[in-house]
């Protein structure tokens, strides 16, 4: 029986895949921890002709004595250390020459790992797929990897030999809110909707970081164990991330503590004001590699061009490290659980709850009943001075109809005062003021249960409680 909790769009996509009658390149991406090897391996139930995995850190000479390795726990038991890539490559064909079986299985991992300076590893894989693999039809070769950057740059848009000879792409995002909910269920974790909403604001939909959840511990307890204890798992993870994903990393952890200062953002002349990074190639082509890893995301203002595009921090993890672990580690191995409902508590997790509903926008959508409407999502910000109108996401519909979102994190219905009614008539008649839309206009709020019911709840159009997020 699989393991594999969701995925079913992957699962279905590797199937037909397997089952076609040519040969496949297939590269599966995504950020690190977020379950890629684990796919494979359980889809194909740990069945390979060839499994290679790179390493980390280590020269020619140690990725070639791995090989030899992998090759002869495949069956070519007397094969030879061979002095370079192409040698490699030739072995391997040798031994599929030899499978008997109708598809023959490659699964390559930490593929970027294998392409150390100077050792021809790229055109040796050229050689292999555009010289042999690909006049065949009986080659199912899968390769995969986490430095997304390297994965994009290198093969995934590749200008050289295997330039469009990527048959197939999987990118592998994190779990869905239902997902984890499934996975919990799976490890007989059982917590409600809210707690899981909030682990989801700690650690996203990366699966590895749900696995290290203990039964019979509250979250908050969990998360103490896991940042605060001496010992805990996750205690220096945030440094080992981008070493594992990206070459001068430091310039990377630079850029993105440069943008989390703005819980909205920044756009690329801000950074570039910020005296914090510098101009050029580099500081477009870092964005991009961050952006390809799912730690940021660009967007736009409601009627801006793509220059004024704006980066936004969307790591959950990151997020949580810059606003609890960046500067010094508590000394106590309880300090989560005394920090709930300070100040600093309520701030992040309504920036966080923010971004969970950005990453569950279809889930919105399907709430609302516009899954079949043509949409564009977007912020929007008052030219005006003074009057501190803004708007953190709006659904600009195909259906003349446009969508200004409010995002409330509580644990109890969200109750609209005098005050916050006001400053939502003044928000929602300034964008219509600034911006001549003749869309109408509707207020929608996204809270975890919903409006409370007074004499201001008449101005919310549309609701979406949290509980539809899991659909």
């Known amino acids: 029986m699989t393991k594999i909790i969701g995925r079913l769009k992957e699962q279905n996509e590797l199937q037909r895949y397997y089952q076609s009658d040519t040969s496949e390149f297939i590269a599966v991406y995504g950020r690190r921890r977020v379950g890629k090897t684990f796919l494979i391996r359980e889809f194909f139930n740990n069945t390979f002709d060839f499994y290679l995995t790179g390493l980390a850190n280590a020269n020619l000479a140690s990725q070639l004595l791995n090989f030899q390795f992998s090759m002869r726990r495949a069956g070519l038991t007397h094969a030879p250390v061979v002095k ?172 993105m503590e440069t943008i989390s200062r703005k819980s909205k953002g920044l756009t690329r002349g801000e950074l570039i004001k910020s005296g914090k990074v510098k101009t050029g190639g580099g500081l477009s082509k870092m964005l991009e590699d961050l952006e390809n890893c799912g730690f940021i995301r660009s967007y736009l203002s409601f009627g801006k061009k793509s220059r004024d595009k704006i980066f936004q921090v969307t790591d959950f993890f990151t997020l949580f490290y810059y606003h609890f672990l960046n500067l010094n580690f508590a000394s106590s191995e309880n300090h989560w659980s005394t920090m709930i409902d300070t100040p600093q508590h309520r701030i992040w997790s309504g920036y966080a709850f923010e971004r969970v509903c950005v990453v569950h926008i279809q889930q919105i959508r399907q709430s609302l009943g516009i899954s079949g409407v043509h949409c564009r999502y977007a912020s929007w910000r008052s030219k005006g001075t003074g009057n501190g109108a803004q708007i953190d996401l709006l659904i600009d519909r195909n259906d003349s109809v446009i969508n200004l979102c409010e995002m409330k994190y509580s644990i109890h219905p969200f109750a609209i005062d005098k005050k916050y009614a006001a400053n939502l008539r003044n928000k929602i008649g300034t964008f219509k003021e600034e911006t001549q839309t003749s869309k109408s206009v509707f207020l929608t709020f996204i809270t975890t249960f919903g409006v409370k019911q007074n004499e201001y709840a008449g101005m919310v159009q549309s609701e979406v409680k949290m509980a539809d997020l899991f659909v």
């Open 84 to 255: 370079n890539w192409l040698c490699a490559f030739q072995q391997l064909i040798e031994l599929l020459e030899k499978s008997r079986n109708k598809r023959k299985v490659v699964f390559l991992d930490e593929l970027p790992w294998m392409d150390t300076p100077k050792s021809d590893f790229m055109s040796s894989l050229e050689h292999f797929w555009n010289g042999w693999a690909s006049g065949r039809s009986d080659i199912v070769l899968i390769v995969c990897g986490s430095a997304t950057s390297w994965m994009m740059n290198k093969l995934l848009n590749n200008k050289r030999g295997l330039h469009n000879r990527i048959t197939q792409r999987i990118p592998l995002r994190p779990f869905t809110l239902l997902e984890c909910k499934q996975f919990l269920q799976s490890v007989e974790i059982s917590w409600e909707e809210y707690q899981i909403t909030e682990c989801y604001m700690i650690f996203g939909g990366i699966p590895y970081y749900w696995s290290l959840l203990r039964k019979g511990l509250s979250l908050a307890q969990n998360v103490d164990y896991l940042f605060f204890h001496e010992s805990g798992a996750l205690r220096n993870e945030f440094g080992n991330l981008y070493a594992a994903l990206f070459r001068n990393s430091d310039k990377y952890v630079q850029l």
